[in-house]
């Protein structure tokens, strides 16, 4: 008998066990982790984004605590501070444009519009034979007014999500050297397709941000701008709507600047309505062909479908961090996927038998 065999047995029997510990200690991690997920997931986007921002913060502070402080405090002034206040004010606008669309609904003035356009008189009465506008109205102005409330007042988990988020940026951007040390020495890829997953992984997240937000923003302001120029209602409610409705590849802004020159048209008036059509399709429209390509390129690497299903369905699994993650899942996979495919084209070639 060979007296090797007991031991082999127990060394395969101590990696399973460490194996199996291992693997409990990683689903132990992300339970605990799942709580913060939202704040890990936008402190990592916010630190791949301003690591080269806070590289040259460090290369004249001398000092890697008050480098990531003054990069932590630039992003709360460029990001958090506006981005606060553009929530409030939307919300507040939001519910004075549905009180005002309420008022105008119980004024009779839907009506009037209709019964000045024959042909589709038939329409509006069908809606209001399905639906209950003015109560669905009333319903909507009351939810938004205490939802503007709720957000001024604010909660302590908002509050805390929000300070755990840049709490956790700090370090990332301090320890990023680090970080990427670890994880390098704990990936089981090589040197070169580690590389590969870092910079696809650099390049999902910049292309979300840029390319999908960045992009998406410019298209709502310019969209609201436009609104607020002919003097249409709630500009930057809708403006805002606008931009989240750019986000989804196979949506977009004229969702809404289209109904809204076909009102101005009935309701006669003809310049306006051309103003918008022409400034919605060369403009609004025209400006993603334009600063896509120069913000992003081709960094996402994925087809329209897939990028859409991939954003929607992220953001139904995960939440708003779904919108990162969402992308970020699929192109890492398909990265592992090919590196997967390479090394058993590789390992066939060699051993073809």
């Not at 992300?30 to 913060?57: H, K, N």
């Not at 750019?246 to 003809?270: E, R």
């Not at 859409?308 to 699929?330: E, N």
């Amino acid at each position: 008998m060979n007296a090797g065999a007991p031991r082999v047995r127990r060394s395969r029997a101590s990696t399973f066990v460490l194996a199996a510990a291992a693997i409990i200690g990683i689903v132990v991690c992300v339970l605990l982790a799942r709580p913060f997920l939202g704040a890990i997931t936008w402190a990592s986007a916010l630190a791949i984004l301003f690591g080269p921002f806070q590289g040259w913060i460090g290369t004249k502070a001398k000092h890697p605590n008050l480098a990531a402080m003054v990069s932590v405090s630039t992003i709360v002034l460029l990001v958090f501070v506006p981005a606060a206040f553009v929530v409030e004010r939307l919300v507040e606008e939001a519910a004075s444009g549905a009180a005002s669309v309420r008022t105008r609904l119980a004024d009779g003035e839907l009506q009037r519009l209709l019964n000045a356009h024959p042909s589709i008189a038939p329409i509006g009465r069908w809606i209001d034979q399905q639906v209950d506008l003015p109560s669905m109205m009333a319903s909507l102005a009351t939810w938004l007014s205490n939802a503007g409330a709720t957000f001024v007042k604010s909660s302590v988990l908002q509050v805390a999500e929000v300070l755990i988020t840049f709490y956790m940026l700090f370090y990332f951007l301090r320890d990023r050297k680090a970080v990427a040390r670890l994880l390098r020495d704990w990936m089981p890829l090589d040197s070169a397709e580690t590389e590969r997953l870092f910079q696809r992984v650099f390049d999902t997240v910049h292309a979300t941000i840029y390319g999908t937000l960045a992009v998406a923003a410019v298209q709502g302001s310019l969209g609201g701008l436009m609104f607020w120029v002919l003097g249409l209602p709630t500009p930057l409610l809708w403006g805002v709507v606008m931009s989240l409705l750019s986000v989804v590849p196979v949506l977009g802004a004229f969702i809404v600047w289209i109904p809204a020159a076909i009102l101005l048209l009935l309701d006669g008036d003809w310049g306006k309505a051309l103003i918008l059509t022409v400034w919605g399709a060369i403009v609004v429209g025209g400006i993603d062909n334009l600063l896509r390509p120069l913000l992003v390129g081709n960094q996402l690497r994925l087809h329209t479908i897939p990028a859409f299903i991939s954003m929607i369905g992220g953001l139904a699994l995960f939440g708003a961090p779904g919108f990162i993650l969402g992308p970020l899942a699929v192109t890492v996979t398909m990265l592992l996927v090919e590196v997967w495919a390479a090394a058993g084209r590789t390992s066939y070639r060699e051993d073809p038998m």
